[in-house]
């Protein structure tokens, strides 16, 4: 069961990661130069979990 709970983790942190990328696009932006700008909400999860949270254009 414990193996089965770690993956359901790993499965709800990657969601969270996708939520914040899908979230915090603006509508005209150069993916290929520019950096994403998280949410205020991605913001406060980010400075909270700096290691869990390395978002970059180029990571889509």
């Known amino acids: 069961m414990t193996k089965l709970l770690k993956h359901y983790e790993a499965y709800v942190e990657r969601k969270k990661k996708i939520y914040l990328?899908?979230?915090?696009?603006?509508?005209?932006?150069?993916?290929?130069?520019a950096l994403i700008p998280l949410a205020?909400?991605?913001?406060?999860?980010?400075?909270?979990?700096?290691?869990?949270?390395s978002i970059r254009?180029?990571?889509l």
């Open 57 to 59: 254009a180029r990571s």
């Open 40 to 53: 205020a909400e991605g913001v406060v999860q980010a400075k909270a979990n700096p290691e869990k949270l």
């Open 21 to 33: 990328i899908r979230h915090s696009i603006p509508e005209k932006i150069d993916l290929e130069t």
